[in-house]
């Protein structure tokens, strides 16, 4: 298990379960550990996106070499098309 969910709240039982009015000990101890679940997961997702980020900066660099590639090859196709003037 990952620490996201070695944190979350599937290891405190429901407020149902418990039968009593949960203390403020209790409550704060969920919170706590919903806090850092949050923290967790909010710094995994910062990451992912700053990778995201790279990966599309890169496709986006090798997209527009490809396409600079494929418009030199139809100038060239059109220059070799066209009748020698002599």
Known sequence: M????????REMPPFAILR???SDDIRS???ARE????TLDNT???VEYEQ????TEI????YEAALARAN?????CSRLQQPAHE
């Open 20 to 22: 009593v009015r949960p």
């Open 29 to 31: 101890i969920r919170l």
């Open 52 to 55: 995201l980020l790279s990966s």
């Open 44 to 46: 995994r997702l910062r």
């Open 59 to 62: 496709w986006i660099r090798l």
């Open 2 to 9: 990952n620490a996201v969910t070695t944190l979350s709240e």
């Open 35 to 38: 806090n850092a679940s949050l």
């Open 72 to 76: 030199a090859a139809v100038a060239e």
